[in-house]
Each structure stands twice: as structure tokens, then as C-alpha cells.
């Protein structure tokens, strides 16, 4: 049997990054077994419907190099893949459970339903639905039942959970998890207005998508012992269960917007690389056994196994997913970088940016920025001739050097005889040290200063050889000038 996994977002707000890593863990599984990823959307409560979140969320999926086999944007034959299209089904299926004994009606009011929880709270027992004392088909009796429902008595259906029971699973994560009926409440699947609760759809849904394994978030684990119920009162088999650990902060609290973005879409627009926060994200919780730190889809495909996922929370640490972006900049193919950093240079109005110029920036100063879009600030003065003013700071280095202009002089007048290896300008410039008295470390920062307006940068040589001689001379005559 092939495997088919589900990533099953609530239309409730963006993608969260815990989110991010349920689907990539979903998706790896999948593809690591040569099966199937299915998005299913789970829309069932419409109270907590946000307008364009299911776009944004498949958006965001797909910014990051996860995609799927089936669901609602690519089709598959096991659709309709939204659940709030899917709502006969439910009704039939939870009618099923009523008719076979394992799911009963129950016509409490909400005022009954918080009688019995204030008294539950009174008598310091855990809220459960307490099914011999509220007003149910037990308690009723088939006859008032059947009159009520024939009024059209506002009901809900309730699981009959299996008091005397042990409920077992063995999650491939956690190890074989085990709760007694008496702790599992008689949770609700199909409403008072009809629409099913997550429990029954998520339950019918994996059933009839074929889903081999349920790969989620440990916050679902709860649920399972319900679901596992589900399962034995439709006499089906249920799926195999992997419940994904917490992202934490550093402070091992569960990860939350106060100690930094949480959002895929907020990293993505900070300037994260995709890969790279698919890499950091994978290794949050999954380890792959070797001290392999940097791993290409393909290898993630590759190397992915539920085994090596661990129990214990994950802290997400924002430094090293910094660092790791830095490293991506490293690598990356330098024309990829100069064609994905040109937007931001057209934007802001440079003149310098043709892709064989940018990616010779790109290589140059990459080592000392963090971001792709950091460069265009660094390195200003290479795409524009229009350099940012000098500091009170810079004027002050400027103005100790009494010789600096003999210096510049000299610069610019060897400059003009056909110097052109940054070794060349290096010897130039101890040219220029000696004519000014000077050592030629006291003439480096004020000549990258005349010359890019920056106290620093990458190696002045190397500099001057991608601004050019002519816009060198150029920037030489005008601070001379003044
Ligand atoms: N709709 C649930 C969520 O938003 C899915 C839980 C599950 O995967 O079963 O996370």
C-alpha cells in the first residue's frame, strides 16, 4: 500500500512556522516513500474563518518548496478536499454511529451544560459531560427521544466513548500511548445547526482519503484517543500516528510572537531564504543521525525518517537560522543572487545593475552581510554615484590627515595609468603614503572614505577595481573640490 499523508490547515490565519514544519515533515514523509501528499482544508468551524488565509497559507507552502499531489488547487480523486463541501457526508456518517450504538442524541441547553459545569467545578472534578445526569437518549428514553426529535428539539450527537476501556495507540514519535475511557469526554460530532465538529470530519476524511499516517502536531495528541474510538465504532482501520513535538523560545515556553516572528510570510519578507529556513525548520525536532548541517530538499527527501523526529520540544533559535541564512548567501550561485536582488536595486532608483556588475558586488561583499536585500545598503556606493553624506564622524577622520589631498593627488594621477589589478592599486596606494608622508595604513580609511563615503566595506583594492577608474577619478576630483 502506498503511503498518503495530509497536511489539514483551519482557514484561521496565516502559516505559522510550526505549521511550515508539520506540512515539510508531511511532505518528506511522503515523498521519502514515493507517496502521496494530500492539503485538505479543514473549514468546518466558521467562526474562526479568516478571509484569504487558506491562500496565504498554500502561498507561503509553496514559497517554501512545499507542494502537493491532491487537494482543492490541484484536484486528485479523493475530493472534494474542503471540508465545508463535504457536509452531507458527515451527517450520513455520524446518523451511522447513532444507528449502531456508538453516538447518541443529547438535547442539554447551554444553560444545563453550565449548571453541570459549575457543579463539576464545585465538586473540583474535571469538566466531562456527565451522561447519566444531563437529558440524552439514555436518560430520556427512546420514546421522548423519538418525540423530541420529531418537534425538531434542538440536539447535538454525541461519541459514546467506551468507559470501561483502555484506548491504546502506538505513535511512532511517542511510543504506545494508553488512556482509560473514563478520562474521554462524550465529545460532540455533529452539532445542533448539523455541521460536524473537527473530531468526526477529520475522522471520516482520513478514512476515506486513504490516509496511511497522520503526521500532526503534538498539540492534536489529546484528540487521538477520540479518533482512535471513531475509528473502532465505524469498524474501520485507523492510520498510523506521528505527533510532531513543540517549537519552543529559548526560554522553552511554547513558541509565541513576543520573542519574534512567527509567520512564514514575515521570514520570508525579512529576507529569508526558503531553503534555508527549510533547512533550520527540518532540523528543529529532526536530527538525521550525522553531523550533515546543511541539507538540499533532495537530501531532506532523502535522509527524513519519523524515527529520528525527537520527543522533546524543539527551541527555535533565531540566531542560528541567522546564521544559516548568512551561509545560504555564501553558497548560493551568485547570478541566482543578482537576478532575485535586482528588484530591490531597480526599486530603489541605482544605476549600476546589470547582472554581470551586481554579481561581482554580490561576491565581493557577501561574507559580511546577512541578507541578500542587505546588500544594496552596504554597497551603495557601487550602484550609485549619488553617495550618502559623511558623517560628522567620517569628517573628523577626514580632516586629521593635513596631507590627505597630496595623497589623493597622487592616487589619481597613477589612476590614470592604466592600473587595473586591486595588487596595482595596493602599490598605488603606497605610492600615494609615501608623497603624503604618511603610512599607508593612516591612508586606508580615509581614502575608502573619499571614495565610497563609508568608514568600512570589503577590501578597499578590490573596491576601487569594481567602482572603476573613471568613477574613482570622478569621486577624487569632487571631494577635492569640496
Ligand atoms: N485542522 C487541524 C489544524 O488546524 C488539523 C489537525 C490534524 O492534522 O488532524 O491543525
Known sequence: MSVRVRFAPSPT??????????????????????????LRI????RTRFVEGAIEEQVS?????????????????NHGPYTQSERFDLYREYGMQLVQNGTAYYAFDT???????????????IAPKYDRSAMRNQFTLGELETARLLAENASHVIRLKVPLQQDIRFNDLIRGEVVVNGREIDDQILLKSDGFPTYHLANVVDDHLMEITHVIRAEEWLPSTPKHIILYQAFGWEPPKFAHVPLLLNPDRSKMSK????????DFATKGFFPEALVNFVALCGWNPGTDQEFFSMQDLIDSFSLERVNKAGAVFDYQKL??????????????DLARELHPVLAGKGYQYIDEE?????IELVRERVAFLADVADFADYLFSDNLSSLTPEAQEVLAKLPTLNTALETFKHGLGTSLDSPESFKGLAQAAADAAC?????????????LTHREVGADLFSTIKLIGIDRCVQRIESFIAG
Open 13 to 38: 490565519g496565516f502559516l505559522h512556522i510550526g505549521s511550515l514544519r508539520t506540512a515539510l515533515y508531511n511532505y518528506l514523509f511522503a515523498k521519502h516513500h514515493g507517496g502521496s501528499c494530500i
Open 42 to 45: 479543514e473549514d468546518t468551524d
Open 60 to 76: 507561503s507552502l509553496a514559497w517554501a518548496g512545499v507542494t502537493f499531489d491532491e487537494g482543492p488547487h490541484t484536484g486528485g
Open 110 to 124: 447551554a444553560d444545563e451544560l453550565g449548571a453541570m459545569r459549575t457543579r463539576q467545578q464545585n465538586a473540583g
Open 258 to 265: 513576543r520573542h519574534g516572528d512567527v509567520m512564514v510570510k
Open 322 to 335: 541567522n546564521w544559516m541564512n548568512g551561509e545560504y548567501l555564501k553558497k548560493r550561485n551568485v547570478h
Open 357 to 361: 556588475f551586481v554579481a561581482n558586488v
Open 438 to 450: 604618511v603610512k599607508q595604513g593612516a591612508l586606508m580609511k580615509p581614502l575608502r572614505l573619499v
